[in-house]
């Protein structure tokens, strides 16, 4: 059977002249063990909430994955399909991607990532499994993982985290094969897995790969032990192949028609390219079968829950934002509208933040918390919330550390798994340690929120290690990424909601560490936000943009410097109007018409935004005029920077003046 994927990878690897042999190859006899009587799930509904999560964190051995899929018979995972791997429109990319392929649980590929997404759904099953019960949710999480996965620094993150937390149905399966793409691992490497993972609270064993007996015998007392478990497999990279297995040019490039002919001697395998022997499809059929009636007896039991019970796991399940307790985002946003209408409030906004989790966590007790050792600086804890812990894991606040990578990794995983709206908090500056969990949060259409407090040279003393000058843009930069800078409490509110809302895309909520006035009066029930910019204030003397001759374009803590600016001009006569963006991404999301309303057609646009210009062209035109960061801050208190680095409404005016 565990020739079966060998075979399909050595041919579809040589169709496509692309792709990795060498781990599929290798991993095939600890694959085949753990799917055909381990791993719990079944073909016929990949999204079962309660099947076992498999991730192969290695994902230039997609086609590990994609021969199990076919051979387990995943409808879509036809053998035209791998016949067409790597090829456009196929369900066979080079790397496996979620939302693509049916089966295929994360997307992986940057090493580490997987590992990490799988801490994430292993704390999901843990925490779901004290809210709803065994009964619901009682699954494990395999993660297939290389030789490049533990050696990234984010696996030391992943790791630690899942030891602390004790997530004893996480199992590592480590492809030990000490071959990556420059040759064996001894050229950088001597680490001993072992006893790292030991040292981080895990149980681990080391076992012949490709012995049967020895790799079950191992899940088994995986399966037993309190901790999680690693299980170092030391297996041979390309398997089978007799010239090129065991050594690295095997790992990234197709053995060629020679070496495939002797493999398959070697192997004994004499059916064709992309044939199956009708006895072993049948035994692969069968294992893919072996879990129905386990998952038909699930169905049964969450129909027998409480109907309360049942309804609110189902919406939880599907994502749904209408609160358990009836109290929907909606009236639940405008709620705190209608009280910061009451009583405005000049706060940051982080802290404005805190006032709204406080309200959203108590209607969405799926939102999972968290900071990466930040917690009261980014305010995300609010109030009532319990820390999430072993051994009671019903807590919906996660103290990550100081781990800013494998929390927002980890953050991937949960939404994955389903069930959960993650949520954490970082300092802004630090979303470059969490960078490549972002874009993949945005390239899969994961709903992870992260908040990033300490937004610009507005966060002071602190100086220009902390200062974040480059980072929305560079957020912004990534496609599906909504990046929310809100500029009081009010936009504050309503940037949770729309994140919230943001079914299919991550978001980062970029909030001040200063003070920030309260520029929305009065109630409006709109999410004036939605339209990722707005006209906040006219032109004196103007309703619209169409009298304005000046055009102020903000976001975040420098609305108000717009808002002072609009002041100045008008006492020279200047009519201005002060337009807030909020988001960018909304903005060039609007319909062309939409968008050049909002723009307007003020003979001047200045725009002033505590960061750097990079971006803002596409608002302002290159003939506008940005006040802004064109280097790092420094360290003072942060009304002396604002003045140091030009960022004053006067010299905002002075801006708009010098173009009229
Ligand atoms: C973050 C990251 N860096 C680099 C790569 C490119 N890359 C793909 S596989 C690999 C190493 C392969 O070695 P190993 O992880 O041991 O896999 P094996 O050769 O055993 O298949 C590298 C460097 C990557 N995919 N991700």
């Known amino acids: 059977m565990a020739n079966a994927i060998r075979a399909l990878a050595m041919d579809a690897v040589e169709k496509a002249?692309?792709?990795?042999?060498?781990?599929?190859?290798?991993?095939?006899?600890?694959?085949?063990?753990?799917?055909?009587?381990?791993?719990k799930f079944d073909p016929a509904d990949s999204a079962w909430p309660d099947r076992d999560r498999f991730v192969l964190s290695a994902g230039h051995g997609s086609m590990?994955?994609?021969?199990?899929l076919h051979l387990l018979g995943y409808e879509k995972m036809t053998i035209g399909e791998i016949e067409r791997f790597r090829q456009l429109g196929s369900i066979t990319p080079g790397h496996p991607e979620h939302g693509h392929t049916p089966g295929v649980e994360t997307t992986t590929g940057p090493l580490g990532q997987g590992l990490a997404n799988a801490v994430g759904m292993a704390i999901a099953e843990r925490h779901l499994a004290a809210i709803f019960g065994a009964d619901i949710i009682d699954h494990a999480t395999f993660v297939l993982a290389s030789d490049g996965d533990l050696m990234e620094g984010i696996s030391q993150e992943a790791i630690a985290l899942a030891g602390h937390l004790q997530l004893k149905k996480l199992v590592v399966l480590y492809d030990d094969n000490g071959i990556s793409i420059d040759g064996p691992t001894s050229l950088t490497d001597a680490v001993d897995q072992v006893k790292r993972f030991e040292s981080a609270g895990w149980t681990a064993v080391r076992i012949d790969g490709h012995d049967p007996a020895a790799i079950a015998g191992a899940i088994e007392a995986a399966k037993q032990s309190d901790r999680p478990s690693l299980i170092a497999c030391h297996t041979t990279i390309g398997f089978g192949a007799p010239n090129k297995g065991g050594t690295e040019k095997c790992h990234g490039s197709p053995l060629g028609p020679e070496e495939i002919a002797a493999a398959r001697l070697k192997l004994g395998w004499n059916a064709p390219p992309f044939e199956i022997p009708a006895d072993i499809r049948q035994r692969w059929r069968a294992a893919g079968e072996r879990n129905r009636p386990a998952r038909l007896a699930w169905e049964k039991r969450l129909a027998a829950l409480a109907a309360d019970k049942r309804a609110e796991f189902e919406r939880r399940s599907r994502g749904d934002l209408e609160g358990a307790l009836g109290d929907g985002l909606a009236r639940v946003v405008a709620g705190l509208k209608q009280k910061l209408a009451q009583e405005p409030k000049e706060i940051a906004t982080r802290a404005a933040s805190e006032l709204a989790l406080d309200a959203l966590t108590v209607a969405l007790p799926e939102m999972v918390g968290g900071s990466a050792d930040l917690t009261g600086s980014n305010n995300t804890r609010a109030k009532g919330m319990k820390v999430l812990k072993a051994p009671d894991y019903s807590g919906t606040f996660?103290?990550?550390g100081v781990r800013e990578h494998g929390m927002a990794a980890a953050m991937n995983g949960m939404a994955l798994h389903g069930g959960i709206i993650p949520y954490s908090g970082t300092f802004l500056v630090f979303s470059d340690y969490c960078r490549p969990a972002i874009r993949l949060a945005a390239l899969m259409g994961q709903r992870v929120i992260h908040v990033m407090t300490h937004d610009s040279i507005g966060l002071g003393e602190d100086g220009p290690t902390h200062q974040p000058v480059e980072h929305l843009a560079a957020l912004r930069a990534v496609p599906?990424?909504?990046?929310?800078?809100?500029?009081?409490?009010?936009e504050t509110v309503e940037c949770w909601q729309l994140a919230l809302q943001s079914r299919h895309g991550p978001s980062v909520l970029a909030l001040t560490r200063q003070n920030t006035p309260q520029l929305r009066q009065g109630f409006d029930e709109r999410n004036r936000c939605a339209a990722g910019a707005y006209e906040l204030m006219a032109a004196d003397g103007g309703k619209d943009g169409t009298q304005a001759l000046v055009s102020l374009f903000a976001s975040g803590s420098e609305v108000a410097l717009a808002a002072e600016a609009r002041k100045l001009l008008a006492a020279r006569n200047i009519p201005a109007r002060v337009v807030s963006v909020p988001c960018f991404e909304l903005l060039f999301a609007l319909p062309e018409g939409e968008r050049a309303a909002v723009i307007g057609t003020a003979k001047v646009s200045v725009a002033v935004e505590a960061g750097i210009r990079q971006g803002w062209d596409a608002i302002i035109g290159s003939g506008g005029a940005f006040v802004g960061m064109t280097g790092f801050g420094a360290s003072a208190p942060y009304k002396d920077l604002y003045r140091h680095f030009g960022l004053t409404a006067e010299k905002v005016a002075e801006a708009a003046l010098a173009r009229l």
């Not at 002249?17 to 791993?39: C, E, N, Q, W, Y």
């Not at 590990?64 to 199990?68: K, R």
């Open 17 to 39: 002249k692309s792709g990795h042999p060498g781990l599929p190859m290798g991993a095939a006899d600890i694959a085949t063990v753990l799917f055909t009587r381990f791993l």
């Open 398 to 400: 996660i103290h990550y």
């Open 480 to 490: 599906n990424l909504k990046v929310f800078r809100p500029c009081d409490a009010v």
């Open 64 to 68: 590990l994955l994609y021969a199990l």
